[in-house]
């Protein structure tokens, strides 16, 4: 198995450090110390800046080895020739891991190149692991670390069970601020840029160990060790917390655009979806698909099977969403005569009581036929998961479907996935109601489809290990 780091004292530090404070809040240098004072970091927290005595109340340090004491995280936020003196001062001081947030290092050129291995060869010396260089930092929701800068750093994100992992500090974020939308809480969010040292496998590694890590989000342009990732979504299959990858660079143009973003190497796209399918981990297509995906694996159970029953108000979204399901590798049984003619008690005499169950505009009129119908379709044992299409119900008949369908969700331990395009601020009832309980919304018939898909799929992977 592969060695990797404990990373306690990057998530959960007893003190920082900050290397480079600015007095200006919205500057790279001042925004991390601002953030860190902003969201109530309750631990030790020192600034170093050789021109000034003091930034908001936090005492300033001409460097690092006057501190009092010694930091568990120093925050690194200068110019890139004077990250290895400020690694040496760290190195002194006895500091265990670094975030370097200067950019100018191997993403950049081939003597950039050379500098960033100097970097990390001051702190091999020093036995100082490095997250970065050319990152955006980090998130600890559980220990109110904010450590890093950019506008997505200004939210205070609820604690949850998602943990992000991400090479690009942009899209990282914006994972989370998409997640955070949705009402789902965030344990932790890291960029890590180039990965001189420390990586996404050491990150992920970490998060299979944190108990308050049920999904883990992940941003690739390409890995050093792909090898290590094989291990780690081994173990996270086997933990039950799964991996959603959104992998980049897949055309010649994309790999440049990496190798000049974070001077990773994209490597054959065939060898990561053999790799991903081999661990067990998600593969995603876009930051839209991943905060799809972990709505759907944090807001169900593992399904036993990709047997799909399909309620719906539309005939077309019905129809949309069974092609969907089926292209995704799950199965629509259609009732048994039982079934059918339990059904056929209950609905009016046009409702289809095929699969999917179309109850057609009726719902309007009587919301409760949603209820009385999902029921059915949830006690049979002929289906694993349940999806129930909404079409674009307004807010009264939509919040009466809502809490009965909550009801039935909370009373079994079936899947349950809604497809509601009626915005928030349109049906505030309903989708109050779904966030409280965690039961997971999507917009359109084709995103739920191919949500429920990657679920079964990795139920079935799981299945076999």
């Known amino acids: 198995m592969t060695q990797f780091a404990d990373l306690r004292p990057l998530f959960q530090p007893r003190s920082i450090v900050v290397v480079g404070a600015s007095r200006n809040p919205r500057s790279i240098s001042g925004q991390p110390l601002h953030h860190l004072v902003t969201h109530g970091y309750a631990g030790k927290l020192y600034a170093v800046n050789p021109s000034v005595n003091e930034i908001n109340g936090i005492a300033c340090y001409p460097d690092v080895t006057v501190l009092p004491d010694s930091p568990d995280l120093a925050v690194i936020a200068v110019a890139a020739d004077q990250v290895p003196a400020v690694l040496e001062q760290c190195g002194a001081r006895n500091v265990r891991i670094a975030i370097v947030l200067s950019s100018g290092f191997a993403e950049l050129s081939d003597e950039g190149a050379k500098a960033q291995q100097a970097m990390v060869q001051v702190a091999a010396r020093h036995g100082i692991r490095l997250i970065g260089p050319n990152c955006q930092g980090m998130i600890s929701t559980s220990s109110n670390v904010y450590a890093g800068f950019g506008g997505p750093m200004a939210l205070t994100y609820a604690s949850g069970g998602l943990s992000v992992a991400s090479q690009s500090g942009g899209f990282g974020m914006s994972i989370a601020s998409m997640a955070d939308e949705q009402g789902l809480g965030i344990a932790q969010v890291i960029s890590t840029g180039n990965e001189a040292d420390l990586g996404l496998v050491d990150v992920l590694d970490h998060c299979i160990k944190d108990p308050g890590t049920r999904v883990m989000a992940t941003y690739i342009e390409g890995l050093r060790r792909p090898g290590a990732l094989l291990d780690v979504g ?63 694996f944090s807001g169900c159970t593992m399904p036993k099977g990709d047997r799909v029953a399909v309620l719906t108000v539309s005939g077309g979204a019905g129809v949309a969403v069974a092609d969907a399901l089926v292209q995704h590798g799950c199965e629509l049984p259609l009732p048994d005569p039982h079934l059918r003619q339990r059904l056929a008690g209950l609905l009016p005499p046009y409702v289809s009581c095929g699969n999917p169950v179309d109850i057609t505009a009726a719902a309007f009129n009587t919301p409760h036929l949603f209820a009385a ?22 807010d009264a008949v939509a919040e009466v479907a809502a809490a009965d369908i909550v009801r039935i969700r909370q009373s ?47 139920a079935r992977t799981r299945s076999r290990r």
């Open 234 to 296: 081994r173990r996270a299959l086997d933990a039950g917390k799964p991996i959603i990858a959104w992998k980049v660079g897949v055309s010649p143009e994309g790999a440049r655009a990496a190798a000049a973003h974070t001077g990773s190497q994209s490597g054959d796209d065939d060898m990561y979806n053999n790799l991903f399918r081999e661990a067990g981990i998600v593969r995603a297509s876009d930051n839209e698909e991943i905060v799809d995906l972990v709505q759907v």
């Open 373 to 394: 119908a999902l029921q059915e379709l949830v006690d049979n044992p002929a289906h694993d998961i349940l999806v129930v299409m909404l079409a674009a119900l307004p």
């Open 412 to 458: 079994q331990d079936k899947p349950v996935v809604v497809c509601f395009s009626t915005r928030p601020e349109i049906a505030p009832g309903a989708h109050h109601l779904f966030r409280k309980a965690g039961i997971p919304v999507l917009t359109t018939p084709s995103r739920t489809g191919r949500a429920v898909g990657k679920l079964a799929a990795y």
